[in-house]
């Protein structure tokens, strides 16, 4: 089987840099040819520049934050220039500057949001981004949520909420008094809606919730005369009478103000509010030149994460009749149940009734939610030529549905506790058949200038296989801005007067050095994770449809990904899309062509065994289209999630398990004896357990599977390990062969080494903690490869196996006689020589050049050190360098009688090497080897670190309690020779 290791990728092609100008006879790449013609999903077969140079449209972008207006347009032209130098493909304009903790320094009239000296900017941002190729993304107000400076709390398109007082009334007593006002303090201005009674009935009661009697809840608004409300309680029982105020919450966007008037949020549940939006951007903010700039270089219109903030219940004008018009009922004797304290609850009536009545009332905000903004929003920023992008959650909303909506949904890194809350989205994604599904990547608290590209890539590589295939990193701001320090304005650092959010990428970290080779990774998985169609194995059927949970999927989470399943989430709304169809089997059979449809209880009602008559009826349909369906829970008793009988859906349900094709299975451990008595089986499939995460694609007859050893979260316990294992890889193509990818290189490479399994391709996958690796499997000649359709090796006992142009090589690390099979049955035999022992280079000369603080903000001044180094150490350990960030060059000279691989070992935190003055491919940093030729040798390292050593120094009132950090090139740095011999028959 193939070895799918970096080492023996680069045993399949990148070692040609180095050896071929060494030693000519060694030499083992090919020839990038051009691309080839035949069909796909595009229409066309990708040839090897379609991989080796991506197409700026799946470049990552970065969150580009602006101090407000407080900047140059000739700045932000030159910014824009180092985004494209460094193979960016779009940036996203955000007005942020929670470091700024002395507002008054900022001016908000001249230099706000949205004035004059804002436009002027984005002008240059879009006009300079058109010359160079990118795209501008413009956030759809100041900072966040969505707010404008048009409105005042009280404006009708304001955010809203329901606030609640309440008096307790004894049996037979009566209250004669001003009506409750609000338990929660908030705006003056208020606007009485509602007073009820009900009686308390301890039975009902919670730890934290008062119990009523639901039949007992009256409405006495009638009584109310002046502010003031007379009213006698019944003979029996205590009572409480409530009274629900409607108001303004004066939410503004974070760390203000941005503007001259102060902006406040718009009411997201309504058409009023999305209006103010629009209405000011039409008004202020879409000048003429900014029209015409957009159609050459806007991309989207975006909104960050919908963080209504209210200790109060969410609301907007019109709620009790939009309530009653979805859901059938009135709200109204049930708000005692869904009114918040402190975002807490404060009644409660029978635990089921309850839990149903929030379900409805979160189901209509919710609706009310994707219909009156983000629809809205959408397609007027289609009518700008332009694109909606959001993070569709922060409330309780089906975020699932709001995917389906968005051109573009995005996640984050930070707030996503798990990949199960990115497959939420990617279920809404590719049942709509929308393309991106976008990351705010790398915003880590406390984190500045300490995160390593290491560590993003490792956050990053089980997201891709979730359905990620857009990176925005946060971020790159403006360079400078009134009172930042060294080394410039960053929008998160200082936080709260400490080391705040990461990271600030940029010229002024070290590390930009090698930002190419970062950003050539990333646009290369992008690439491949955007061809063709998506495919995922279930469907997992979630009642509540909202995400950053961290709440997965029963046994596919737990047990089925492990060994290769794949799963993603949908819920109600997308089975009405006119891609969930069923056909030869599959749900959606153009796009994620699941296999299977899961359903459990809902997870976010106490597991209840739950779902709608309508979706009822769509199983129904899809069960008798040959959909299998697999039920977990006793359903004989399932309810509907609202309020509302349970009689039809209870028929329903029974008559959906009479069909042949759907399973109900008691417990979790049931599922994949249901699965397979089914005939589902995954697309990747692996004998045991593992941390091996899979995404697979599928342009036309050619499959692409992206692989990542990763983590299902941030900080898995234990640790991600090494996995070597092998992994059978479904194939859409009856002759296709198995080609191997470097994200990292761009180089494409036929496989040498693997058997035919079952209708698919069995490897052997091999990587460490967070590497990744790309297998794309397709017809012969592939991507202009020239094995075409020569045998491949089905086993060997060498290495590593690869062909070299038109012949088969093996290679070995120790002398010997070593057999080959082929797939043809013949069996060659090959000679290897005495191989060099292995051995470490531990005598080097470091050239450091040190960064620090300049003469004026912004500065950044480089001090030489220069040391000779007898053994590799972290330059915490050596004293001239403890303190030290920035970039140092490590230099060896060393005669090798074979070729070998270097292993660098552990470096912090990018590298680049240089062998006899030529610079060699990209490095992964999760694993750092090269290949050298035979011959004398001159090796330059050059590694990059972060600032948090400096500035821990430089900056001890806000850095000073940062960690001293082990940077450089640790190893240890071996030497593997290995040597080489063509298979002869």
């Not at 501008?136 to 107000?141: H, K």
């Not at 903690?769 to 991507?783: C, H, K, M, T, Y």
């Not at 292995?838 to 620090?852: A, I, K």
Request: contains cysteine.
């Amino acid at each position: 089987m193939t070895d799918l290791t970096r080492r023996g990728f680069l045993a399949l092609g990148a070692t040609a840099t180095l050896a071929t100008a060494a030693s000519p006879a060694s030499a083992s790449s090919t020839p990038i040819s051009a691309s080839l013609t035949s069909v796909s999903a595009s229409g066309r077969r990708p040839g090897a520049e379609w991989f080796a140079r991506p197409r700026r449209a799946v470049r990552p972008m970065v969150r580009w934050w602006w101090p407000d207006a407080h900047v140059d347009p000739a700045e932000i032209r030159r910014e824009i220039d180092q985004l494209a130098d460094a193979g960016f493909g779009g940036a996203e304009i955000a007005a942020v500057h929670h470091s700024i903790r002395d507002k008054s320094v900022l001016d908000p009239a001249g230099h706000g949001w949205g004035g004059r000296a804002w436009n002027a900017a984005v002008e240059a941002a879009l006009d300079q981004a058109a010359k160079r190729g990118l795209t501008i993304d413009l956030t759809i107000g100041p900072s966040w949520p969505a707010a404008v400076p048009t409105i005042t709390p009280e404006s009708e398109a304001a955010v809203k909420e329901l606030a609640h007082g309440a008096v307790t009334v004894a049996a037979g007593a009566t209250y004669a008094g001003e009506v409750p006002p609000p338990a929660v303090e908030g705006r003056p201005e208020r606007r009485l809606l509602l007073v009820q009674a009900a009686r308390i009935d301890p039975a009902h009661s919670t730890r934290d919730e008062t119990g009523l009697d639901p039949g007992s809840v009256r409405d006495v608004t009638a009584q109310v005369n002046d502010g003031r409300i007379t009213w006698t309680a019944p003979a029996e029982g205590e009572w409480v009478l409530i009274s629900y105020w409607e108001r303004g919450s004066g939410q503004k966007p974070e760390s203000g103000p941005h503007t001259t008037p102060e902006a406040y949020v718009v009411d997201h549940f309504s058409r009023a509010g999305t209006r103010a939006v629009i209405d000011y951007w039409e008004s202020a903010l879409l000048t003429p030149a900014i029209r015409r700039l957009l159609k050459r270089a806007g991309g989207a219109l975006f909104e960050d994460s919908i963080e209504i903030e209210s200790d109060a219940l969410p609301w907007t004008p019109g709620l009790l009749a939009e309530f009653e018009r979805r859901r059938g009922y009135s709200l109204a004797p049930f708000l005692p149940v869904i009114v918040l304290a402190e975002e807490d609850q404060v009644y409660a009536y029978e635990a089921v009734l309850t839990r149903h009545a929030r379900k409805d009332y979160w189901d209509t905000i919710s609706e009310l939610f994707n219909e009156h903004h983000f629809t809205v929003l959408r397609d007027w920023a289609h009518s700008l030529g332009l694109e909606l992008r959001a993070q569709p959650y922060g409330l309780r909303t089906d975020a699932i549905a709001s995917a389906a909506i968005l051109d573009v949904a995005e996640g984050e890194s930070l707030g996503f506790k798990n990949l199960d809350d990115y497959r939420c989205l990617a279920g809404g994604r590719d049942l709509a058949g929308r393309e991106v599904l976008s990351c705010e990547a790398g915003a880590y608290q406390g984190g500045a200038y300490t995160t390593t590209w290491d560590k993003l890539l490792r956050t990053m590589g089980g997201a891709y296989a979730a359905g990620l295939n857009q990176t925005v990193l946060h971020g790159f701001s403006y360079a400078s801005a009134p009172g930042a320090a060294w080394p410039g304005f960053a929008a998160f650092t200082p936080y709260d007067g400490k080391a705040g959010y990461a990271e600030s990428w940029g010229p002024r970290q070290p590390t930009w050095h090698h930002i190419t080779d970062i950003s050539g990774y990333f646009a290369r998985v992008h690439q491949v994770l955007r061809e063709g169609a998506p495919r995922a194995d279930v469907a997992v059927l979630r009642q509540t449809g909202y995400t950053k949970t961290g709440i997965g999927a029963g046994w596919f989470t737990a047990s089925g990904v492990p060994i290769g399943w794949t799963h993603q989430f949908v819920t109600e709304p997308l089975l009405d899309l006119p891609a969930a169809r069923v056909a030869r089997g599959r749900l959606a059979p153009d796009g994620p062509a699941y296999k299977a449809l899961f359903v459990e209880g809902d997870k976010f009602s106490s597991g209840e065994c739950t779902m709608t008559v309508a979706v009822a009826r769509r199983l129904l349909e899809y069960a008798g289209a040959g959909l299998p369906i697999v039920l977990l829970g006793d359903w004989s008793a399932a309810s509907v999630p609202g309020v509302g009988d349970n009689t039809r859906l209870r028929a329903l349900v029974a008559e959906l398990l009479s069909r042949p094709t759907v399973r109900a299975v008691a417990a979790a451990a049931d599922v994949p004896a249901a699965l397979d008595a089914l005939g589902v089986r995954p697309d990747v499939r692996y004998a045991t357990a593992s941390t091996l995460l899979t995404a697979r694609r599928v342009a036309g007859d050619v499959d692409y599977y992206y692989l990542c050893n990763g983590k299902h979260v941030e900080n898995p316990k234990p640790p991600i390990a090494s996995i070597d294992h092998e992994v059978t890889l479904a194939r859409t193509s009856g002759d296709g062969v198995p080609y191997l990818l470097d994200p990292w290189t761009g180089r494409v490479e036929r496989a040498a080494r693997y058997t035919v399994d079952d209708g698919g391709i069995r490897l052997r996958v091999t990587l460490r903690p967070g590497e990744s690796a790309i297998v794309a499997i397709g017809p012969p000649g592939l991507f202009g490869t020239r094995a075409g359709r020569l045998p491949h090796v089905t086993a060997t006992d060498a290495d590593v196996v690869r062909y070299d142009g038109r012949s088969l090589v093996v290679r070995a690390s120790r002398a010997g006689t070593y057999t080959t099979t082929l797939s043809d049955g013949r069996t060659i035999t090959s000679v290897i020589g005495d191989v060099p022992q292995p051995s470490e280079l531990s005598s080097w000369r470091l050239r450091v050049e040190d960064w620090r603080p300049g003469t004026i903000p912004g500065e950044t001044a480089k001090t030489i050190h220069e040391l000779l180094l007898d053994r590799l150490a972290p330059w915490s350990d050596i004293p001239d360098l403890a303190d030290v960030s920035g970039v140092g060059t490590y230099t060896c000279e060393i005669t090798l009688n074979s070729p070998a691989i270097l292993d660098l070992g552990e470096i912090t935190d990018t590298c680049r090497v240089r062998v006899n003055g030529r610079r060699l491919d990209p490095v992964d940093p999760l694993n750092p080897v090269v290949e050298l030729g035979r011959g004398d040798n001159v090796i330059e390292v050059e590694v990059a670190t972060p600032l948090g050593n400096r500035l821990r120094i430089s900056d001890p009132a806000v850095y000073g309690g940062l960690a001293r950090q082990p940077y450089g090139l640790i190893g240890p740095a071996r030497l593997l020779p290995y040597l080489e011999t063509p298979l002869r028959p």
